[in-house]
């Protein structure tokens, strides 16, 4: 499967090659109309030089950035480039180029006769016309071209335009920047007055609530200090309060030695501190005094009344500690909750203070801080724009300024012939296949079988001659040796009287049927050729003899049939004429006289051609076909559409004839592969086979023993 439809797409190839080798001289000649029109348009246009000036394009910022930014460097914008692309190619740049250059005088001088010059707009398009804007890729630089026939002028163009460009981006951002102060000196003085009218209101406020403040207009109100002071008094008394507490709840706990040991670090008192100090000196003492002295020695005895006199010193002093302490919490506690009671006090009288009077005040306060805020942040925006619009920008940059050019682009001759040779052979090839199209007429073998069912018995090529006249080592004689062959395999090798019918006139069939006969004869056949076209006779000038008598004589009995019947210089073909026709005498050959003429020669000869006018419009091939053995339709290649091939064969077919195929006429080998493989395979096969055939003598003494024997088997 895959095979078959190799071969289907091959074939379909080969199709499309056959046409355009069987009108190759219609390819051809457009192609070459084409071609010289493209060259002679070439050569008339005039020369155009290119120059090109190269610019960077940064977005609008300064050179040195002053001020930091939150954000860092600019976003990448994907639209900055070619939203550019279109303001250089913008009325507005281009118009201001014209007026600075003056192109409207300059060019007025170069195209109108009387110098004037153009209008504006006119100068806008022919700018617009020689500017191209295109983009370096992967870069932000762009190349600004203008194509000019003055390679000087060009270049003044593309610098003027760079310049323009350049200024137009400087002059837009120094205009948005002056707007924006403006608007900021607007904005600023509107706001000087809303803080001016805060403070006024915040000062009647004031008075009318009778408000005192220290420090200043926006200080605390003195009232809030004095509470403030009052809470803090509070937490103070309350912490001291919680201190004498704790010291206190630590030596109720305490007791004795641990008491004693304690009180240094809890109270500090130093008095404590020299009593125990002198107890344990004494208590020294009275140890070593006991070891050399009793207890009743008087020293004994009195430092024993010094301890105990110490002892109770320290009690004394300890017990007085714990009461002086317990007289300081309850002072330290009647403290805070005085101050407790009058904070609560003050608190209920500040609460409808801050209702009735600080309220409305600390709105209005705060109203003016706000405004003062904004007010400063306006008049340091004033001053960043005004630094900002003072430092120089560079957005446009001239990297490569336009120099005139001396080579010219336009035209570019070797790519319009280029373009033109395409052109031409595109042009050639539809044109060709749409003649192929409107041709209906018969192309090819596959035609023949596809329309008209009938197999093809020859193929004869163009600008064939009679043969006679070519002589019999015509490398066309091949082809009517296959047309003889396959006549006898259509007539089962038999003999007997034969015909060639046309659709139309002119397609070959007198000539054909000639050299059939001719190679028949040259087979050792005994052929009779018919000149049966009573109405325009040519076999007489083909064999060069007269036609003065022939058939119609033989029909109307006014002659012998052997008188008739004339031999011609090829051995074994002899001819009848056609013979004059009277005018009285149409329809001469629906006759029984025509029928057994034909019976006669059919028994006189191996093979009697009848030549015919064509069966379209004449009742005489009619006849003609009902009376022979077998009918041969001739069909001229590309000549006539296939109606009229197929309407011939339906009239043959109308008279009960015997069709044995078609012979396709005047086939233009040079032009169709096919025929052209086809004809030469032929050739090729004659020519060799040439060196191994006997000399003209040898071979018609070898062909006349293959005459008799076929006699003997029919």
């Given at each position: 499967?895959p095979d078959?439809?190799?071969?289907?797409?091959?074939?379909?190839?080969?199709?499309y090659?056959?046409?355009?080798?069987?009108r190759?001289?219609i390819?051809?000649?457009?192609?070459?109309?084409?071609?010289?029109?493209?060259?002679?348009?070439?050569?008339?246009l005039?020369r155009?030089?290119e120059?090109?000036?190269?610019?960077?394009l940064k977005?609008?910022?300064?050179?040195v950035d002053?001020f930091?930014?939150?954000?860092?460097?600019?976003?990448?914008?994907?639209?900055?480039?070619?939203?550019?692309?279109e303001?250089?190619?913008?009325?507005?740049i281009?118009?201001?180029?014209v007026e600075?250059?003056?192109?409207c005088?300059e060019?007025?001088k170069?195209?109108?006769?009387?110098k004037?010059?153009?209008n504006r707009?006119?100068?806008?398009?022919?700018?617009?016309?020689?500017?191209?804007?295109q983009?370096?890729r992967?870069?932000?630089l762009?190349?600004?071209?203008?194509?000019m026939?003055?390679?000087?002028?060009?270049?003044?163009?593309?610098?003027e335009?760079a310049k323009?460009?350049?200024?137009h981006?400087?002059s837009?951002?120094?205009?948005?920047?002056?707007r924006g102060?403006?608007?900021?000196?607007?904005?600023?003085e509107?706001?000087?007055?809303k803080v001016g009218k805060a403070?006024?209101?915040l000062?009647?406020i004031?008075?009318?609530?009778?408000i005192?403040?220290?420090?200043?207009?926006?200080?605390?109100?003195?009232?809030?200090?004095k509470?403030?002071?009052?809470?803090?008094?509070?937490?103070?008394?309350r912490?001291?309060m919680l201190v004498?507490?704790?010291?206190?709840d630590?030596i109720k706990?305490?007791?004795?030695?641990?008491?004693?040991?304690?009180?240094?670090?809890?109270?500090g008192?130093?008095?404590?501190?020299?009593l125990?100090?002198q107890?344990?000196d004494?208590q020294v003492?009275?140890?070593l005094?006991l070891?050399?002295?009793?207890?009743?020695h008087p020293?004994?005895?009195?430092l024993t009344?010094g301890?105990?006199?110490?002892?109770?010193?320290?009690n004394?002093?300890m017990n007085?500690?714990?009461?002086?302490l317990?007289?300081d919490?309850s002072?330290?506690?009647?403290?805070y909750?005085v101050?407790?009671?009058?904070?609560?006090?003050v608190?209920?009288?500040?609460i409808?203070?801050?209702r009735?009077?600080?309220?409305p005040y600390?709105?209005a306060?705060?109203?003016?801080?706000?405004e003062?805020?904004?007010?400063?942040?306006?008049k340091?925006r004033?001053?960043?724009?005004?630094i900002?619009l003072?430092i120089p920008?560079?957005?446009?940059e001239v990297i490569d300024p336009?120099e005139p050019?001396n080579?010219?682009v336009?035209?570019?001759?070797?790519?319009?012939?280029?373009v033109?040779?395409?052109?031409g052979?595109?042009s050639?090839?539809?044109?060709?296949?749409?003649?192929?199209?409107?041709?209906?007429s018969?192309?090819t073998v596959?035609?023949?079988?596809?329309?008209?069912?009938?197999?093809?018995?020859?193929?004869?090529?163009?600008r064939?001659?009679?043969?006679?006249?070519?002589?019999p080592?015509?490398?066309?004689?091949e082809?009517y040796?296959?047309?003889?062959?396959n006549?006898?395999?259509?007539?089962?090798?038999n003999?007997?009287?034969?015909t060639?019918?046309?659709?139309?006139?002119?397609e070959g069939?007198s000539?054909?049927?000639?050299n059939?006969a001719?190679?028949?004869?040259?087979?050792?056949?005994?052929?009779?050729i018919?000149?049966?076209?009573?109405?325009?006779p040519?076999?007489?000038?083909?064999?060069?003899?007269?036609?003065?008598f022939g058939l119609?004589?033989?029909?109307?009995?006014d002659v012998?049939i052997?008188e008739?019947?004339?031999?011609t210089?090829?051995?074994?073909?002899?001819?009848?004429p056609?013979?004059k026709?009277p005018?009285?005498?149409i329809?001469?050959?629906?006759?029984?006289?025509m029928r057994e003429?034909?019976k006669?020669?059919?028994?006189?000869?191996?093979?009697v051609?009848?030549d015919?006018?064509?069966?379209?419009?004449?009742?005489?091939?009619s006849?003609?076909?009902s009376?022979?053995?077998g009918?041969?339709?001739?069909?001229?290649?590309?000549?006539?559409?296939?109606?009229?091939?197929m309407?011939?064969?339906r009239?043959?077919?109308?008279?009960?004839s015997h069709?044995?195929?078609?012979?396709l006429?005047n086939?233009n080998?040079?032009?169709?592969?096919?025929?052209?493989y086809?004809?030469s395979?032929?050739?090729?096969?004659?020519y060799?086979?040439?060196?191994?055939?006997?000399?003209?003598?040898?071979?018609?003494?070898?062909?006349?023993?293959t005459v008799?024997?076929?006699k003997?088997?029919t």
């Amino acid at each position: 499967m895959p095979d078959k439809e190799t071969q289907e797409i091959g074939l379909h190839f080969l199709d499309y090659w056959r046409v355009v080798r069987s009108r190759k001289e219609i390819v051809l000649a457009v192609a070459l109309l084409v071609i010289i029109t493209v060259t002679a348009w070439t050569m008339t246009l005039p020369r155009m030089f290119e120059t090109e000036a190269k610019v960077s394009l940064k977005e609008d910022q300064a050179d040195v950035d002053v001020f930091e930014r939150s954000g860092g460097s600019f976003s990448y914008n994907p639209y900055f480039l070619r939203t550019q692309f279109e303001i250089i190619q913008s009325r507005q740049i281009l118009y201001k180029v014209v007026e600075n250059l003056n192109l409207c005088k300059e060019w007025g001088k170069k195209f109108n006769e009387d110098k004037s010059p153009i209008n504006r707009g006119l100068a806008f398009s022919i700018l617009a016309g020689s500017l191209r804007v295109q983009p370096y890729r992967d870069t932000s630089l762009i190349s600004i071209i203008v194509r000019m026939e003055d390679g000087t002028e060009a270049a003044l163009v593309a610098n003027e335009v760079a310049k323009v460009y350049r200024e137009h981006r400087l002059s837009e951002k120094r205009a948005q920047m002056m707007r924006g102060v403006e608007a900021l000196e607007s904005e600023l003085e509107k706001q000087t007055e809303k803080v001016g009218k805060a403070e006024e209101d915040l000062e009647r406020i004031r008075r009318t609530l009778n408000i005192s403040t220290a420090g200043g207009p926006g200080a605390m109100a003195i009232d809030k200090m004095k509470l403030q002071a009052m809470q803090g008094d509070l937490i103070a008394a309350r912490v001291d309060m919680l201190v004498r507490k704790s010291r206190l709840d630590q030596i109720k706990d305490l007791s004795g030695e641990d008491l004693l040991a304690a009180q240094s670090f809890i109270v500090g008192d130093a008095s404590l501190g020299n009593l125990r100090q002198q107890i344990t000196d004494t208590q020294v003492s009275l140890k070593l005094m006991l070891e050399n002295l009793g207890e009743n020695h008087p020293d004994v005895k009195r430092l024993t009344a010094g301890l105990e006199e110490l002892r109770k010193r320290l009690n004394d002093g300890m017990n007085g500690m714990k009461i002086g302490l317990t007289a300081d919490y309850s002072v330290a506690k009647a403290k805070y909750d005085v101050l407790e009671k009058e904070l609560n006090a003050v608190k209920a009288t500040d609460i409808d203070a801050e209702r009735d009077k600080y309220l409305p005040y600390n709105k209005a306060e705060r109203k003016l801080e706000n405004e003062r805020a904004v007010l400063t942040a306006l008049k340091a925006r004033l001053s960043q724009q005004g630094i900002e619009l003072e430092i120089p920008r560079t957005p446009v940059e001239v990297i490569d300024p336009a120099e005139p050019s001396n080579s010219p682009v336009s035209p570019n001759l070797f790519f319009n012939i280029l373009v033109g040779i395409i052109a031409g052979i595109v042009s050639g090839i539809g044109l060709a296949f749409f003649l192929e199209y409107l041709d209906t007429s018969i192309k090819t073998v596959d035609d023949v079988e596809k329309y008209l069912g009938l197999p093809v018995l020859g193929a004869i090529p163009q600008r064939v001659k009679p043969l006679n006249e070519e002589g019999p080592d015509s490398p066309h004689a091949e082809a009517y040796r296959v047309l003889r062959a396959n006549i006898q395999f259509a007539n089962k090798g038999n003999g007997g009287a034969f015909t060639m019918i046309s659709g139309g006139a002119g397609e070959g069939k007198s000539t054909t049927l000639f050299n059939l006969a001719y190679v028949c004869a040259q087979q050792g056949d005994k052929v009779l050729i018919v000149d049966s076209d009573l109405r325009r006779p040519v076999l007489h000038t083909i064999l060069g003899m007269s036609n003065r008598f022939g058939l119609t004589n033989v029909l109307m009995r006014d002659v012998p049939i052997e008188e008739t019947i004339k031999p011609t210089a090829v051995p074994n073909l002899h001819f009848l004429p056609s013979g004059k026709l009277p005018k009285t005498s149409i329809g001469l050959l629906d006759s029984q006289r025509m029928r057994e003429l034909v019976k006669n020669l059919k028994a006189r000869y191996d093979y009697v051609f009848f030549d015919s006018p064509p069966i379209i419009g004449v009742t005489d091939a009619s006849i003609l076909a009902s009376e022979v053995d077998g009918v041969m339709l001739v069909v001229q290649y590309r000549k006539f559409p296939k109606v009229i091939s197929m309407r011939a064969k339906r009239m043959i077919e109308n008279t009960g004839s015997h069709i044995l195929g078609v012979v396709l006429n005047n086939i233009n080998i040079m032009r169709d592969d096919y025929y052209y493989y086809y004809h030469s395979y032929y050739a090729d096969y004659y020519y060799r086979s040439q060196e191994s055939v006997p000399k003209p003598e040898t071979a018609a003494a070898v062909a006349a023993p293959t005459v008799d024997a076929r006699k003997e088997l029919t």
